[in-house]
């Protein structure tokens, strides 16, 4: 008669955790991008016996009868992780058939996300309630572990993280709801990819992890790493889509902007450092003066009075060389010094090389600096039409 109480008990326990998790579809929304699992395993543990059962709570995208039809895969034995299997754990989390054990109040105190998902807290008389939670690939061990490191050790993270690392909390903290060490872990990140263009040009050459931190900044809706990640990427072989994972590959509509982008990139290389702009002309060009002219001569005198055939440097400053001098020129400063084809998609360090080139006599002071001018006005351009390719739909 006792056991037959005890079990209706626990029945009525059961239809209780299940109500209570199926009442949150809302709550349950705001994880859904991240493809968080609703499937929890619920153990209920005493000390004179054990009771096991299994609760899964499926999306609305999926009925009973699609999970009834879905075929059960055989799983891999599960390890217990050497570091993270707290004896006074009462949550464990399946990962990359890893299991880590922790503390629910841990979750629910940092992540909303995840106490929407847990039932209530607490215990049923003498019995501990423990969870299994099972992200569904979503998350990987790796980056769990390395927020569990953080959360251990947060004096060890105080000066510096190292990149990998670094995104590895990020990951973790957006899929799991940790908020706060996601605000000040993305700050940490936008340090390292600056979108200010004053700040890009401090690494000349394109960082490998570029589509690693594009594909971050997508799955975690970082908009700021976006600009530098996916201009590194239009400016690398191959866009440097072969160092990424399997799971991390970006989308074919991302490939399409980068494909577009490096076309206008190198177009806009083009036009500007191939040659001389042909509409070119001397701002302080005059006419050559007529003989009734009564201005002074170019020509200096020396202290005979007689005419000097070479130009004092005033006279030589005082406007640009011929056209054929000019182009001369450009091919040796900007052909010959690989300047051209060093830059060919990285038009925003190839304008600061040409702005950085100390450009001879051929061109008068006056049109030098004003040059240099237009050349920072297109920098600027070209920045914001690459916010524009990520912005098209």
């Not at 217990?80 to 890893?98: T, V, Y």
């Not at 982008?261 to 042909?278: C, I």
């Not at 304008?351 to 049109?367: G, M, S, V």
Request: proline fraction near 5%; include cysteine.
């Amino acid at each position: 008669m006792a056991q037959r109480e005890d079990d209706s008990e626990d029945v009525s326990y059961k239809r209780a955790v299940h109500q209570s998790a199926l009442s949150r579809p809302s709550r349950l929304s705001s994880h859904e991008k991240y493809g968080i699992a609703s499937t929890f395993t619920a153990v209920i543990c005493d000390p004179t016996q054990t009771t096991r059962y299994k609760r899964h709570l499926t999306t609305d995208s999926e009925s009973r009868d699609e999970q009834a039809k879905r075929p059960r895969a055989d799983k891999a034995p599960l390890r217990k992780h050497e570091r993270f299997w707290l004896a006074d754990g009462n949550a464990i989390i399946e990962l990359d058939g890893i299991n880590f054990r922790v503390h629910q109040s841990w979750f629910t105190k940092h992540s909303t996300r995840i106490a929407a998902i847990l039932p209530d807290q607490g215990t049923q008389g003498s019995r501990l309630e423990e969870i299994t939670l099972d992200f569904c690939g979503v998350l990987k061990a790796i980056d769990f572990e390395a927020l569990l490191s953080l959360y251990e050790n947060p004096g060890d993270y105080r000066d510096y993280i190292e990149t990998p690392t670094l995104m590895s909390l990020i990951r973790a903290a957006a899929i799991l709801g940790f908020d706060n060490d996601r605000t000040w872990l993305v700050r940490e990140l936008e340090a390292l990819w600056p979108s200010n263009l004053g700040e890009l040009f401090v690494n000349p050459e394109p960082r490998l992890d570029a589509p690693e931190v594009a594909c971050l900044a997508r799955t975690c809706d970082i908009d700021s790493l976006l600009k530098p990640a996916f201009y590194d990427m239009a400016r690398a072989p191959g866009f440097g889509l072969d160092r990424l994972d399997e799971s991390e590959q970006i989308d074919r509509a991302d490939v399409l902007r980068l494909v577009r982008m490096r076309e206008y990139l190198s177009g806009m290389w083009a036009q500007v450092a191939a040659h001389e702009d042909p509409t070119f002309v001397c701002q302080n060009l005059q006419a050559a003066p007529s003989s009734n002219d009564e201005r002074p001569s170019d020509l200096s005198a020396n202290t005979n009075g007689k005419p000097v055939l070479c130009p004092t440097p005033s006279a030589m400053d005082s406007h640009c060389l011929s056209a054929m001098a000019r182009r001369e020129a450009w091919v040796r400063l900007v052909h010959y010094s690989q300047i051209f084809a060093q830059y060919r998609y990285d038009p925003l360090r190839g304008l600061a090389a040409l702005i950085n080139i100390p450009w001879t006599d051929e061109w008068c002071r006056d049109c030098v600096e004003k040059r240099k001018a237009d050349w920072h006005k297109m920098q600027r351009r070209i920045w914001e039409m690459v916010g524009e390719y990520l912005r098209e739909e």
